[in-house]
């Protein structure tokens, strides 16, 4: 199986900050990577697909990037809604794996 | 507009069976492959497994956590996906979800679409 290793698991800061999160795999993945925003009692809302393409109607502070094995998600210029877990998802081979997930909370 | 709407979850004790629903509209179901995750309180999600459309003869694929436990299946007449979850364990507490991927091929794996999600509770 491919592991994913996010870090940090918990993140801290201010609206108007820009947060890097980094997602790692076990194995080469190309860019088979996707990233995912989660807030409390609701289903992941897709935010990055192919590891760099913004999904259609994600605001353009939020960007991709890596391939193989080292994955980054950047949020420029946090907004208060901002505020929720994320987690990056392996569709490369089964099973499909997840991020352990990166809690990000306002300072 | 595509809609996933999970039903079927609740209290079951130990080693209970359960059976879940999807139901998908908005888009021509049969040839979607349809996906189950599920998230246990508090923690990470995780993949559950698989059934590829009526051109891939609806096979199926599972994680090891669920193999030989839990079985998924549809029925494309009635846009329903379903989770079968027989010898339930209490490590099976979980808010289930259904999903689909945007398209077969692992570059379009990823998933735009879920439902809402569905608590099942094992418990004694």
């Known amino acids: 199986d491919i592991q994913l290793t996010q870090s940090p698991s918990f993140l801290s800061a201010s609206v108007g900050d820009s947060v890097t999160i980094t997602c790692r795999a076990s194995?080469?993945?190309?860019?088979?990577l996707a990233w995912y925003q989660q807030k409390s009692g609701k289903p992941p809302n897709l935010l990055i697909y192919?590891?760099?393409t913004l999904q259609s109607g994600v605001p353009s502070r939020f960007s991709g990037s890596g391939s193989g094995t080292e994955f980054t998600l950047t949020i420029s210029s946090l907004q208060p809604e901002d505020f929720a877990t994320y987690y990056c998802?392996?569709?490369?081979?089964?099973?499909?794996?997840f991020g352990q997930g990166t809690r990000l909370e306002i300072k | 507009e595509v809609q996933l709407v999970e039903s079927g979850g609740g209290l079951v004790q130990p080693g209970g069976s359960l059976r879940l629903s999807c139901a998908a509209s908005g888009f021509t179901f049969s040839d979607h492959y349809m996906d189950w995750f599920r998230q246990a309180p508090g923690k990470g999600l995780e993949w559950l497994g698989r059934?590829?459309?009526?051109?891939?003869?609806?096979?199926?694929e599972y994680a090891a956590s669920v193999k030989g436990r839990f079985t998924i299946s549809r029925d494309d007449s009635r846009n329903s996906l379903y989770l079968q979850m027989n010898s339930l364990k209490t490590e099976d507490t979980a808010v289930y979800y259904c999903?689909?991927?945007?398209?077969?091929?692992?570059?379009?794996?990823?998933?735009?679409?879920w439902g809402q999600g569905t608590l099942v509770t094992v418990s004694s």
């Open positions: 194995q080469d993945i190309s860019s088979n």
């Open positions: 192919g590891a760099s």
């Open positions: 059934i590829r459309d009526r051109g891939s003869a609806h096979t199926t």
């Open positions: 999903a689909r991927p945007h398209d077969a091929s692992w570059t379009g794996a990823y998933f735009q679409y």
């Open positions: 998802q392996q569709l490369k081979s089964y099973p499909l794996t």
